[in-house]
């Protein structure tokens, strides 16, 4: 059975408030990462107490109003499916405040967590801000919507990023990693990969090893899935017909993202 491959497991929490996904430092091997998936009906809300963690509420698909009891930010989401391909709104919340989401529109919510030294301003971060980059050459191309990057200094240790692979091509490739806190060539960051697929019933390959091969697994991904990164390099294949979106989390004792390229593959870079 995997240790690092999440199956979605529905159940009601509260009235109209569905947790779909639920990763924490008890029930993984993380210890800078937590993520959860929250589906919510029209006119239900879900609220949440931080401790000291910071989060990122990505509102995925339809439309939510959020507010931390100061500021509140109505009407967030610009799209019925991630497929559309379009930035979204999200919005940063910090240590030892209480945030509540209540669903316009019928809502999938993607909960990003990190641990947070110190309490920062409440923030709308909107899909008009996001920026867009397309990266990789070949079949080695894909799409990323820069949520919450390390060039933007308004979190304490979190990263969030959303990624498009096309049909028959690869992403998170060459395979690289980032689990060593060797900077300035390589940084620690745990990761989570929230996975969907376009058509619905498609899969990816995820294989997630290290040098020494403790750790090598790799894993048929479906849509909802959730794999878990601790560590080693951990790339994503895409097979024809099908483009595959992911939801990256990392976090980890320094904010930004550096990281290693596997010798052995390198060279599809240098081409």
Not at 113 to 139: M, V, W
Not at 253 to 264: A, H, L, S, V
Request: proline share 6%.
């Amino acid at each position: 059975m995997s240790k690092l491959l999440r199956k979605p497991e529905k159940r009601e929490i509260t009235q109209g408030v569905t947790l779909v996904q639920e990763v924490t430092a008890e029930n993984s091997q993380l210890e800078y990462v937590e993520f959860k998936l929250v589906e919510i009906a029209p006119g239900a809300k879900f609220s949440e107490l931080l401790g000291k963690q910071e989060c990122c509420i990505v509102a995925l698909t339809g439309k939510i109003n959020v507010t931390d009891h100061e500021e509140t930010f109505k009407n967030l989401g610009t799209r019925e499916s991630v497929f559309e391909k379009v930035p979204t709104d999200s919005v940063y919340v910090s240590n030892d405040r209480r945030f509540e989401i209540e669903a316009v529109t019928q809502a999938r919510v993607a909960l990003c967590y990190s641990p947070s030294k110190k309490q920062l301003p409440t923030r709308l971060i909107k899909a008009a801000d996001i920026g867009i980059e397309n990266r990789g050459i070949l079949n080695n191309k894909r799409t990323v919507h820069n949520i919450l990057p390390d060039s933007d200094p308004s979190a304490n240790s979190l990263l969030v990023v959303e990624v498009y692979t096309e049909s028959g091509n690869w992403s998170s490739y060459p395979p690289h990693k980032h689990d060593r806190d060797n900077l300035p060539d390589e940084s620690f960051l745990e990761e989570t990969y929230y996975h969907e697929m376009n058509p619905q019933q498609g899969f990816v390959f995820q294989r997630v090893y290290t040098d020494d091969r403790s750790l090598d697994e790799t894993m048929t991904v479906e849509s909802g899935d959730v794999v878990i990164v601790p560590s080693g390099y951990h790339p994503v294949g895409v097979p024809d017909g099908y483009t595959s979106y992911y939801l990256n989390v990392m976090a980890g004792p320094t904010r930004i993202w550096k990281f290693y390229n596997d010798p052995d593959h390198e060279w599809i870079v240098k081409r």
